[in-house]
């Protein structure tokens, strides 16, 4: 199982960044995929889940700003975050578990700060 972060990086307050996850090692529309994220001194947090079926869930600090979306013809499950705020600074995280197991990638940094 291999998961690849990228698209993050430095923006502004109220700006926009997408975040991309190109999955592999395994059937990748067979599962829920997740991102997390974790800032200094924080414990990883959940920030949205996309499932199966096409069904997401937010974490409320992600409602009404963030859409995770996911592409099972590319294996890739993406965050598109809007109206970014400082407290969204953190590494964010692809996550997938596979019979009990928790799969992450190695991260992408996202800095919003004027």
């Known amino acids: 199982v291999q998961l690849v972060e990228s698209g993050g990086g430095l923006v502004q307050p109220g700006g926009s960044l997408r975040l991309s996850c190109a999955a592999s090692g395994f059937t990748f529309p067979d599962y829920d995929m997740s991102w997390y994220r974790q800032s200094p001194g924080k414990e990883r947090e959940l920030v949205a889940r996309i499932y199966v079926g096409g069904f997401r869930s937010y974490k409320e600090h992600a409602s009404g700003r963030f859409v995770i979306s996911r592409d099972n013809t590319e294996n890739t499950v993406y965050l598109q975050m809007n109206s970014l705020k400082p407290e969204d600074t953190a590494e964010y995280y692809c996550?997938?578990?596979?019979?009990?197991?928790?799969?992450w990638g190695q991260g992408t940094q996202v800095t919003v700060s004027s």
């Open positions: 996550h997938v578990q596979i019979w009990g197991a928790n799969y």
